[in-house]
T-cell receptor, first 112, second 113 residues
Framework: DGGITQSPKYLFRKEGQNVTLSCEQN?????MYWYRQDPGQGLRLIYY???????QKGDIAEGYSVSREKKESFPLTVTSAQKNPTAFYLC???????????FGPGTRLTVL | QQQVKQSPQSLIVQKGGISIINCAYE??????FPWYQQFPGKGPALLIA?????SEKKEGRFTISFNKSAKQFSLHIMDSQPGDSATYFC????????????FGTGTRLLVSP
């Protein structure tokens, strides 16, 4: 099956811990994105990557880090510097030359 | 200028009725306007999209109406069904390389049986 997978589905973090969210796609898409979704708000862009080994900050990158070592993988690390990390995190991807972004199923992160 | 304003925040429609969700934008450089449907606990799914050179696009029961001069676009769901109950997001993007999407705040639609 082609698509975008995110793991884990649910993640619990203690304050002061770093956690890494996984995003994998087998669509051969070049661009990948991380969004954060909070209740009553639209999706906000955290980081994006257009090609391997290159990524750019989005609107709310503080407290987050990413890597893009492989075309199909774009993991997001939520660091202890992120003051309010409880949210629903969504990964998306897009092929070059097309506008359509396709989303994964999401990871819900809760800070205990 | 990068905002997309979406209304209403919530909507209740009877089965068989028409659901209408509206979005407005300021930046005339936006050139791609998608609508996403999201069920609770799931990722958004691309529903339908339009470009500003087209005034209307229809796919099944879903229609986007686009008013370039008013800088507004809307989603119409004809013959609304209980299975359409979800949150709908409009978005817009600029003609830049990385295609950043600016999202509206969402509309929670409930279709009553």
């Amino acid at each position: 099956d082609g698509g975008i997978t995110q793991s884990p589905k649910y993640l619990f973090r203690k304050e002061g811990q770093n956690v890494t969210l996984s995003c994998e796609q087998n669509l051969n898409h070049d661009a990948m994105y991380w969004y954060r979704q909070d209740p009553g708000q639209g999706l906000r862009l955290i980081y994006y990557s257009q090609i391997v080994n290159d990524f750019q900050k989005g609107d709310i990158a503080e407290g987050y880090s990413v890597s893009r070592e492989k075309k199909e993988s774009f993991p997001l690390t939520v660091t202890s510097a992120q003051k309010n990390p409880t949210a629903f995190y969504l990964c998306a991807s897009r092929t070059s030359g097309r506008n359509e972004q396709f989303f994964g199923p999401g990871t819900r992160l809760t800070v205990l | 200028q990068q905002q997309v304003k979406q209304s209403p925040q919530s909507l209740i429609v009877q089965k068989g009725g028409i659901s209408i969700i509206n979005c407005a934008y300021e930046n005339t450089a936006f050139d791609y306007f998608p609508w996403y449907q999201q069920f609770p606990g799931k990722g958004p799914a691309l529903l339908i999209a339009i470009r500003p050179d087209v005034s209307e696009k229809k796919e099944g029961r879903f229609t986007i109406s686009f008013n370039k001069s008013a800088k507004q676009f809307s989603l119409h769901i004809m013959d609304s069904q209980p299975g359409d109950s979800a949150t709908y997001f409009c978005a817009a993007s600029l003609p830049e390389g990385f295609q950043k999407l600016v999202f509206g705040t969402g509309t929670r639609l409930l279709v009553s049986p």
